[in-house]
C-alpha cells in the first residue's frame, strides 16, 4: 500500500492527464457531438495564456537579479556549457533524422482556424525574434523571445544596481514563486482541460489523431532508449580514453533508473554524484557539472522539442524542411540548455517553438505540445539526467587531461 501511495503522490498529474487524454479521445470518437466540450479545454488555454508571460519575465529576471555574482568564467564552467549545448544539438538533430526516416503523422488534417504561413524573411525575423517597437507588445504571448531578452536586460541592470541585496531582486523573487502557485492551482484543472481539448480535436480531425499520437510516443520513447544506450558509450571514451565505457555502463543505469522513477533531474544529483565519485571524476568537476547539468544539460528536452514541432507540421500539412529544421534545432538548444532551469522553462520553451512555427494556431499548438511534453516526460529525463554523469568524463578530458581515467584506474 505504502509503495502504491508513493508512486500515485509521483505520478499523479501524470495519471490524471492520461485518464483526461483516454476519455477525451474515446469521447470524441464515438460522440461526434464532443465538438461541444471545446471550451473546457479553451478555459484551460487561456488560464496558462494569461499567466505565462508574467511568469517568463518575472522568473527570468529574478534568476538573474539574484545571483550571488555575474562573473562566470573559469575552464571547467566554460567547458561544461559548451559540451552541453554541443550534446543537445547532437541530440536534436538525431532527432529531426529520425522524424524524416518515420513520418510522424499519417493522418490527414483539416485546420480551419487561422492559416500558417511560410514564414518572415531572416532579417524581419532576427527583428521580431529579439525586439518590438513599443513596451506594450512585449506584454503578449505572441512576443516571448523579445520579453525573455527584456527579462534578461531588466536582470542585469537589477544585478548592477545590487542584485539580491536590493528591493526589485527580492520582489522578482517573491512574484516568481506565488506566480508558480498559481500555475500550480492551474494545474488542478488540466486534466478536465485536456479531457475537453482532446474530446473536440477528435471528434473535428478524426480518430487517426489517436493514433498519431501513440506513434509518436513509441519513436520518442525509443529513440530515447537507443540515444542513451548509443550515445553514451562514444561520449564516454571520447572523454576517458580506452576502458572509459566500459567504467561507465557499471555506474549509468542506476542515476537513469532514479530519473525515469522520479522524472527529476535534481533529485537525480546525489546518485550522479556518488557514481561520478566511484569512477574516479576529480570533486570540483563532479561539483559544477552534476548541479548545472540538473538544470541546463537537457539531450532529452531538445529531442523532445523537434519531435513536437515535427508532430505539428503533421498536423498543420506542412513540410519540415531544412531551412525550417536548422531553425527549430538552434531554438531546441536554446530552450533545452538556457530555459530548462528558469521555473515553468519547459512550458515556456514549448510556447517559444508554437510562437515561432505556429503563431496562428496556438489554440492548437500549444496545448498539444504541452500534452507531448508531459507524456514524454519519464524518458526525458532519463537522457537528461543520466547524460549528466556521461558529460563530466568530456569535461574531465579537457580539465584533467587525456589520461585522467587511466591514471585514475592505475592508482586502484
Same mark, same amino acid.
Given at each position: ?37 471545446? !471550451? ?5 488555454? &487561456? ?10 519575465f518575472c522568473s ?9 555574482s555575474v562573473k ?10 559548451? @559540451? ?12 529531426? =533524422? ?5 513520418? =510522424?503523422?499519417?493522418? *490527414? ?18 527583428? &521580431? ?34 542584485? !539580491?541585496?536590493?528591493? @526589485? ?7 516568481? &514563486? ?52 548509443? *550515445? ?14 566500459? @567504467? ?15 522524472? *527529476? ?6 546518485t550522479n554524484m ?16 552534476? !548541479? ?75 496545448? =498539444? ?14 537522457? &537528461? ?8 568524463? =568530456? ?18
Open positions: 500500500m505504502k509503495a502504491t501511495g508513493k508512486f500515485f503522490s509521483k505520478y499523479w498529474f501524470l495519471i490524471t492527464m492520461l485518464i483526461g487524454i483516454v476519455a477525451g479521445c474515446v469521447t470524441g470518437a464515438v460522440w461526434p457531438g464532443a465538438t461541444a466540450l471545446e !471550451p473546457l479545454g479553451t478555459v484551460f488555454i &487561456n488560464l496558462m495564456f494569461c499567466v505565462v508571460v508574467p511568469m517568463v527570468i529576471s529574478s534568476a538573474i537579479a539574484n545571483m550571488g562566470r568564467a573559469g575552464k571547467v564552467l566554460g567547458t561544461t556549457v559548451i @559540451t552541453f549545448m554541443c550534446t543537445a544539438a547532437v541530440a536534436a538533430l538525431l532527432m529531426y =533524422i529520425v522524424v524524416r526516416l518515420i513520418p =510522424i503523422t499519417t493522418g *490527414s488534417y483539416e485546420i480551419v482556424e487561422g492559416e500558417v504561413d511560410a514564414g518572415l524573411g531572416i532579417a524581419d525575423m532576427i527583428i &521580431n525574434f529579439f525586439t518590438k517597437p513599443d513596451f506594450v507588445e512585449l506584454w503578449s504571448r505572441r512576443a516571448i523571445l523579445p520579453l525573455i531578452v527584456a527579462a534578461i536586460l531588466f536582470g542585469f541592470g537589477v544585478q548592477m544596481a545590487g542584485g !539580491p541585496e536590493t528591493m @526589485t531582486a527580492k520582489l522578482l523573487a517573491d512574484l516568481t &514563486n506565488c506566480i508558480m502557485k498559481v500555475v500550480k492551482l492551474i494545474t488542478f484543472y488540466a486534466p478536465i482541460g485536456f479531457f475537453g481539448f482532446f474530446a473536440y480535436l477528435v471528434a473535428t480531425y478524426g480518430p487517426e489523431l489517436i493514433g498519431d499520437y501513440s506513434r509518436t510516443l513509441i519513436i520518442y520513447y525509443v529513440m530515447c532508449f537507443a540515444y542513451m544506450l548509443i *550515445s553514451s558509450p562514444i561520449y564516454a571514451r571520447f572523454g576517458g580514453g580506452k576502458g572509459a565505457a566500459k @567504467t561507465m555502463f557499471k555506474h549509468l543505469f542506476a542515476p537513469a533508473a532514479v530519473a525515469f522513477g522520479t522524472c *527529476s533531474s535534481v533529485a537525480t544529483i546525489p556518488e557514481a561520478a565519485e566511484d569512477t574516479g571524476i576529480s570533486r570540483d568537476v563532479a561539483d559544477i557539472v552534476m !548541479p548545472m547539468g540538473a538544470t541546463m544539460h537537457m539531450d532529452g528536452s531538445a529531442m523532445s522539442a523537434i519531435i513536437k514541432v515535427a508532430f505539428l507540421f503533421g498536423i498543420f500539412g506542412l513540410d519540415f524542411g531544412t531551412g525550417r529544421a536548422i531553425l527549430a534545432i538552434i531554438v531546441a538548444v536554446f530552450s533545452s540548455v538556457a530555459m530548462s532551469g528558469i521555473p515553468g522553462g519547459g512550458g515556456t520553451g514549448e510556447l517559444v517553438l508554437c510562437t515561432i512555427f505556429f503563431p496562428d494556431q496556438l489554440a492548437i499548438a500549444y496545448p =498539444i505540445a504541452i500534452a507531448l511534453g508531459n507524456l514524454v516526460d519519464p524518458p526525458a529525463t532519463m537522457v &537528461n539526467a543520466a547524460g549528466d554523469y556521461v558529460v563530466s568524463f =568530456i569535461v574531465s578530458r579537457f580539465v584533467d587531461g587525456k589520461d585522467w581515467l587511466q591514471k585514475k584506474l592505475h592508482r586502484v
